[in-house]
């Protein structure tokens, strides 16, 4: 088995094939993940779990059953729910809540016969971008790891399922993204990722931040799998891939502000690429943009984080009330925000200053994000539009330190994320490059109007064919 160029749409072919084992398979997985300990990509390994279900699997496909997933390792961000493992969210607070049932969404992985061999780590209760998060660790340094350089951040918060399938731990896993958390990571770590329209999948049995926002999202190695894992979680038939003559995109200029040099290059790059293959590329302003989102995003985010973290801590039967969970926060930068903004609810004011957030909220439920979705709508509608691309984050990973959790790093790496988000369309990430200086993982996001999920992964999977699969990292 060649891990570093492995897919989990092969694996599963070979799989029911009997080409190879899934006990095989899984083993490598759980070998490969024990001897990256610095990545710190994960809270638990289920070694026993994960070695039983494999050999289950094993016996079952001797007599002909086989699953869309049967046999596969994949990973589960540790605030998804999973029967029999601990679920803390990243939060100390909750290290020891062991659920007794999955969430919806790992349910269905698990009965398309995924194999789950463990709870990744993440930004702590998914409130960051950088996944430098003390609370858990298994290397010498806290903070999730880049898988091609582990001194770089991995991007949060579904950072450990990022850094496992940069790192060919495993080909797909499942993460969280509220403004950018399955995408951040997946440009930084060279993996592939859908946001789905808001809604597309069931939300039960995950640590919230907000129901307005949140959503589940499958990572994997390729956008072909990401498909198939889309295919597994909201039904659907096969997608083929999109004729790219066909396809027309917007680029949005405001959204290739702050770029490094790598990353400019390579979304230039990319953009001439599309255009040979006769993709119909268009320049559209959005000029609204920036500001309509700064009066949904944080609003929003911040105000509903208090209620619907309540009503999670009593769902769980811990007993836990929410002053508790923040009084052992681990990061001072969620810390930060639970005790001065979420417990509170309060909203940064001027000058250092908070105010009250519930006028904010209420003006964000009322006109701003109905009016964000009408600029979205109205932006795809008259130019005709599959898609806007852009780079899904400005930069490459940077240093991983405590720094890496600063406000303004928050801000800029959400920076193209986050609108979408707020809207509530759906986005791919789709891994393009690595920078020409730095040698790290460089992402193409694609964002498309709500309930274009299958035609977005089919343009994805189209264009990933041009762009072909990022180099493994060096061992």
Known sequence: MDLDQLTMTRAATDLCAGKITSKALTSAALARAKANPNLNAFITLDEAGAMKAAEAFDARRKKGACKPLGGVPIVIKDNIEVA??????????????????????AAKLRAAGAIIIGKTNMHELAFGISGYNAGFKTGSEPGVRNAYDNSK??????????????????TAGLGTDTGGSVRVPCALN??????????????????????????????????TDVAALDRVIAGGGTIAPADLKQVRIGVVKTMQAN??????????????????????????????LNELNGKVSFPVAIFE????????LKHTGTGLTIEALAKEIASPDV??????????????GPDNTVVDGKPAYDAAMKTGRPTLQTLYRDTFTKNKLD?????????????????????????????????????????????VALGASSKLPVGLELDGPAGSDRRLLAIGMAMEKVF????????
């Open 335 to 348: 810390k930060g925000t639970y005790e001065g903004l979420v417990i509170p609810r309060k909203l940064p």
């Open 259 to 288: 770029l490094d040099g790598d990353t400019d290059a390579a979304f230039n790059g990319v953009i001439d690429k599309l255009k040979s293959q006769g993709v119909t590329v268009l320049d559209v302003d959005m000029p609204e």
């Open 387 to 431: 898609a806007l691309a852009f780079p899904t984050t400005p930069k490459v990973a940077i240093d991983s330190n405590p720094d890496s959790s600063s406000l303004p790093n928050f801000l800029l790496f959400i920076q193209n994320t986050d609108p979408g988000s707020n809207a509530g369309i759906p986005g791919i990430q789709i891994p």
């Open 153 to 170: 951040i991995a991007g949060g918060s579904s950072s450990g399922t990022a850094a496992a399938i940069g790192a060919r731990i495993v």
């Open 84 to 105: 029999g493992l601990p679920s803390s969210a990243g939060t100390p607070a909750l290290k020891s809540f062991v659920p007794k049932q999955d969430a919806p969404v």
């Open 190 to 223: 060279g993996c592939a990722s859908l946001r789905p329209t808001v809604g597309r999948y069931p939300q039960g049995g995950i640590a919230p931040i907000s129901h307005t926002r949140d959503t589940a999202g499958p990572m994997a190695a390729t956008m």
């Open 305 to 312: 984080a208090n209620d619907d973290m309540v009503a999670y």
């Open 468 to 475: 072909g699969r990022l180099p493994a990292p060096a061992r």
